[in-house]
C-alpha cells in the first residue's frame, strides 16, 4: 500500500507571494491533518481535513488554508507568505484522527 | 497539537548499547500513545504505539512503557545501531486530538 504522498518535495518563494502544497493520504485514510514544522516550535497543528470538512484548526492565521477533495486528497494555501513561514510542512493522514497518523516526507518551504 | 519551545534534549549512546528514551504526557484522560521517529530531512515515521489499557508492548528492538502513575512513557531500543540516529517524540490521544511532544535527539556513536 503507497504510503503519504506530498508535492512538492522543495519549493522557494519571495515574500508577498502564495503557494499551494498537496497531499495524497494512504488509500482508504479520510482524515488529513497538516502540520508545521521548525526547529524553534517543533511540530505545531494546522487544520484537519476529513470527508471534505475542516473540523478542526490550529492556531493560525487566515492566511493559511486548506480544503480536502472528494478523494480525500488535500491542498493548503498560504497566501501573502512572509519570512516565517519557512518551515517543513507535514501532511498525515488516518482513519480519523484519533488513529495513528501516517506522515508524509514533507514540503520544505523557503521563503526569501 | 502544541509543543514547547524546542531546545531539545538529547541522548548520546553508543553502537550496540540499549537506549530509553522518555517522555512526560500531560493529561491523565490520554488513552493512546505513540512514537515517532525522524531523520532528517523526513517526516515522522511510525515506530509502536500503546493504549492506556496496557503498561508494556514490544516490537522489533523496541519497547515501550506506559506509567499511568506518574504520566510517564519511554521507549526503549536495543541493540542501539547507527540506523537508529533521529529524533523520536511521542504523541498522546486526548479527547480525540493528537499533541505531539517536543521530541529527544539520539545519537549513536560507532
Known amino acids: 500500500k503507497a504510503g503519504v504522498t506530498q508535492t512538492p518535495r522543495y519549493l522557494i518563494k519571495t515574500r508577498g507571494q502564495q503557494v499551494t502544497l498537496s497531499c495524497s493520504p494512504i488509500?482508504?485514510?479520510?482524515?488529513v491533518s497538516w502540520y508545521q514544522q521548525t526547529p524553534g516550535q517543533g511540530l505545531q497543528f494546522l487544520f484537519e481535513?476529513?470527508?471534505?470538512?475542516?473540523?478542526n484548526k490550529g492556531n493560525f492565521p487566515g492566511r493559511f488554508s486548506g480544503r480536502q477533495f472528494s478523494n480525500s486528497r488535500s491542498e493548503m494555501n498560504v497566501s501573502t507568505l512572509e519570512l516565517g513561514d519557512s518551515a517543513l510542512y507535514l501532511c498525515?493522514?488516518?482513519?480519523?484522527?484519533?488513529?495513528?497518523?501516517?506522515f508524509g516526507p514533507g514540503t520544505r518551504l523557503t521563503v526569501l | 497539537g502544541e509543543s514547547v519551545g524546542l531546545h531539545l534534549p538529547t541522548l548520546s549512546v553508543q553502537e550496540g548499547d540499549n537506549s530509553i528514551i522518555n517522555c512526560a504526557y500531560s493529561?491523565?484522560?490520554?488513552?493512546?500513545f505513540i512514537w515517532y521517529k525522524q531523520e532528517s530531512g523526513k517526516g515522522p515515521q511510525f515506530i509502536i504505539d500503546?493504549?492506556?489499557?496496557?503498561d508494556k508492548r514490544q516490537g522489533q528492538r523496541v519497547t515501550v512503557l506506559l506509567n499511568k502513575t506518574v504520566k510517564h512513557l519511554s521507549l526503549q531500543i536495543a541493540a542501539t545501531q547507527p540506523g537508529d540516529s533521529a529524533v523520536y517524540f511521542c504523541?498522546?490521544?486526548?479527547?480525540?486530538?493528537?499533541?505531539f511532544g517536543a521530541g529527544t535527539r539520539l545519537t549513536v556513536k560507532p
Open positions: 498525515a493522514s488516518s482513519w480519523d484522527r484519533a488513529d495513528t497518523q501516517y
Open positions: 488509500s482508504g485514510h479520510r482524515s
Open positions: 481535513y476529513f470527508s471534505e470538512t475542516q473540523r
Open positions: 493529561n491523565s484522560a490520554s488513552d493512546y
Open positions: 500503546i493504549r492506556s489499557n496496557m
Open positions: 504523541a498522546e490521544n486526548i479527547n480525540n486530538d493528537m499533541r
